[in-house]
């Protein structure tokens, strides 16, 4: 019996996705570290790029050094207010 796409089903499965296990079309899947995982599954499937670390970790630094500069808890408080 073949499978056919979770969202087109008029195509057939090319491949069951890592993540969720149902099967898609080779327009749904993409192919993270050697596996298959599908448009949906992909979101929470991805890391963070290096570029996204090293912002965060400039953002934070930042952050660091204006509160450190301004030796205010006050300000930490601040900003551990907006970031939650
Ligand atoms: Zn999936
Ligand atoms: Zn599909």
Sequence with gaps: MEQSCFIHTHESAAHECSQCGHG??????????HQ??????IHRF?????NEAIAS???????AAIAVALNSSE????????WG
């Design 46 to 50: 991805r890391v963070p790029s290096e």
């Design 75 to 82: 300000f930490i408080n601040f900003i551990q207010t907006i």
């Design 57 to 63: 970790i400039l953002i934070s630094s930042i952050v």
């Design 24 to 33: 898609y079309c080779v327009d749904c899947l993409h192919i993270v570290d």
């Design 36 to 41: 298959a995982v599908c448009r949906n599954c």
